[in-house]
């Protein structure tokens, strides 16, 4: 459980415990979607010139149809170093796409990630936990600043 994980830092121990108490008191369902589970630039070939498609998204071998919006937003957003700005934006149609509020951003993420760490047989655990701090500083970075601009109008 990602509560109980000591390598990983407080605010993502406590946001998963708080996440987890929600799930069980059903006060919270998260939205399930399709989730590659690793999708980052490396994982998108563009096609050449005059293909039907664009580009394709390849190694599916991790991807589900019962994941979680937001994690596989954050891993791509990260590995193609997109402005804040733009990220921003893009997670305001993300959110309206889903009905959701900026706050359902992270306990998502985290949903994403305690499902990936009951499946660790050829993941490293010192990996995961570098991946869980990067990929929940970046959602809670990103849920902060959308709030942000709402409150500013």
């Known amino acids: 459980m990602l509560a109980e994980n000591s390598n990983l830092p407080g605010r993502v121990k406590q946001t998963a415990a708080e996440t987890s108490e929600q799930l069980r008191l059903g006060r919270w369902r998260p939205v399930q979607t399709v989730q590659h589970s690793d999708l980052w630039m490396?994982?998108?070939m563009y096609a050449p010139?005059?293909?039907a498609w664009s580009f394709s998204v390849i190694d599916w071998a991790g991807a589900t149809?019962?994941?979680f919006p937001f994690f596989d937003f954050c891993r791509f957003c990260l590995s193609c170093s997109t402005?804040?700005?733009l990220t921003r934006r893009k997670l305001l149609r993300l959110l309206a796409a889903l009905e959701l509020e900026?706050?359902?951003v992270v306990p998502h993420v985290l949903?994403?990630?305690?499902?990936?760490q009951r499946?660790?047989?050829?993941f490293p655990e010192e990996l995961?936990?570098?991946?869980?701090a990067q990929t929940t500083r970046f959602a809670f970075d990103l849920a902060e600043g959308v709030a942000s601009d709402y409150r500013q109008g």
């Open 42 to 44: 490396g994982n998108i």
């Open 49 to 51: 010139r005059g293909s």
């Open 65 to 67: 149809v019962n994941g």
């Open 83 to 85: 402005s804040a700005h």
């Open 102 to 104: 900026h706050d359902a």
């Open 111 to 116: 949903c994403s990630l305690a499902r990936m």
């Open 119 to 122: 499946n660790l047989e050829n």
């Open 128 to 132: 995961f936990c570098e991946m869980v």
